[in-house]
């Protein structure tokens, strides 16, 4: 199997940096300087417009963010005990350090010898890990990381408040505002982005994948916060009386660091219609929840790349079996209307009702298509330009116990990226067939409709015929 594209291998131009091996200890103290307002300024435009680049245009203030922190008070972060609305555990944190390394010489001295953690990884020092509310969440944050020696930290989050966010937006480090700004304006506009970038002092890898899940209940499942959307299947004619709801979901992770001792990794998801267990499940289990609790976290991945892969690995066969549910149901639901199709001549009208009712229902069936289309269309084409170049990022090709893990991660991308390039292409001929029968009804309905106005032309023709003969 190659392993990675090489079409842009020439030249090296997606190189992994090798000083990220070592511990930058200049680079660590600027972690624990936490972004701050000036006077007369609040944290939250702190948060928003530190750290811009002077080429932004005014209007680039992720207002969509904004809009949502506003809604929160950063009061209530400080308030002992929360209120009940904010007591509820919202998230996950793990931190942990590690005191070991290879202390080999020349350059690499302080590095890792990450084949022997692929097989014995140290369970770490200083650990935390607890489940939090978001005013929990911000106490931890602010405290000095490094006394705290949470050099690896993970943080979990599902169903982000407002609160939440602000919780993480005001104990940003200062050099970190503006990545952590952009990845949570993806977030709440329902973005989709796989990338890699390198900030100031350090890197950022993230991806954004939305989707679709369909779930079975009498009454939907409602996204208090008002960031995802919820609608009504077509009624299964098999069981009218348990109707499916097509929700919005979110699944957004990045790992943001100076190096590969000190990181923090972000996983924020929509859980709010029961797609994976509870914040208490994972904590109680001892469960890595950003995997969706596939390894113990007394096994912690200590490599910010792999831990990335990792967790993209999980995620993106997650939110390809959701995308495989909805559209295989869809297209179930579709099979009674292309029917008739097959019916025998006579048997099935060609033109609509007096009320366009057919017309209707393949108009919505089409929009509701082209939605899925578009949405899957967007993860397609943003994974295959990640994948044509930043992806070779993550090439070890002189550690070959890495290696050998790495290439069963992208072995399970590629497979759930090829099905989601097969669901593809089965909404594509949906859209397809659905516009034709659409297309052919309405001709139908027009030809019928002109025949009967021709044909009450000659009625009135003869009427008047008739008239005029008997008056006379």
């Known amino acids: ?224 916060r008002g960031l995802r959307n919820c609608g009504k299947l077509p009624a299964n004619m098999s069981n009218p009386l348990r109707p499916e709801y097509l929700y919005e979901a979110q699944i957004s992770v990045m790992v943001t660091g100076v190096d590969e001792w000190l990181w923090t990794a972000y996983c924020c998801v929509d859980t709010f219609f029961g797609s994976e267990e509870g914040i208490e499940f994972y904590h109680d289990s001892t469960l890595d929840a950003a995997t969706g609790g596939e390894r113990l976290i007394s096994q912690p991945v200590w490599n910010p790349r792999e831990y990335f892969l990792y967790m993209l690995s999980c995620r993106f066969r997650q939110a390809t079996k959701e995308w495989s549910i909805v559209v295989g149901t869809v297209e179930s639901r579709l099979q009674a209307y292309e029917a008739t199709i097959f019916h025998v001549t006579g048997q099935a009208p060609l033109s609509d009702d007096p009320k366009f009712n057919r017309t209707r229902e393949y108009t919505s069936t089409i929009e509701l298509l082209r939605l899925l289309h578009s949405a899957i269309i967007k993860i397609i084409e943003s994974w295959e330009r990640f994948e044509d170049g930043e992806l070779q990022y993550f090439d070890v090709e002189e550690q070959p116990t890495l290696r050998k893990t790495w290439d069963g991660y992208f072995a399970d991308i590629v497979k759930d990226s090829n099905e989601l390039r097969s669901l593809r292409t089965t909404l594509r001929q949906k859209i397809e067939t659905f516009e034709n029968m659409k297309n052919g009804l309405v001709n139908v309905s027009a030809m019928v409709e002109s025949r009967v106005a021709t044909d009450q032309g000659k009625n009135i023709g003869r009427l008047t015929r008739v008239t005029v003969v008997s008056v006379y």
């Open 1 to 224: 199997m190659e392993r990675l594209p090489r079409k842009f291998l020439t030249g090296h131009r997606f190189v992994w940096d090798r000083a990220f091996a070592t511990r930058q200890w200049r680079s660590h103290r600027l972690e624990v300087s936490l972004i701050e307002p000036q006077p007369q300024e609040s944290i939250i435009d702190a948060f928003i417009l530190r750290q811009r680049s002077r080429l932004d245009p005014p209007q680039y203030t992720c207002t969509a963010l904004k809009s949502f922190l506003e809604s929160a008070s950063i009061a209530a972060l400080a308030q002992i005990p929360p209120r009940a609305c904010n007591a509820a555990k919202i998230a996950l944190i793990d931190d942990r350090r590690d005191p070991t390394g290879w202390q080999g010489g020349g350059e690499h001295r302080g590095a890792r010898d990450w084949d022997g953690y692929a097989r014995y990884p140290p369970e770490g020092i200083d650990q935390y890990f607890h489940a939090v509310n978001a005013a929990e969440l911000y106490a931890r944050l602010v405290y000095n990381r490094q006394e705290a020696g949470a050099e690896r930290r993970v943080i979990y989050i599902a169903n982000m408040t407002p609160l939440c966010g602000l919780a993480i937006a005001s104990t940003v480090p200062q050099l970190r505002a503006a990545v952590l700004r952009e990845f949570l304006q993806r977030y709440v506009i329902y973005g989709v982005s796989f990338g890699v970038s390198f900030p100031f002092y350090g890197f950022a890898l993230e991806f954004h994948m939305p989707y679709y899940a369909l779930r079975q209940s009498t009454d939907p499942s409602r996204d208090t």
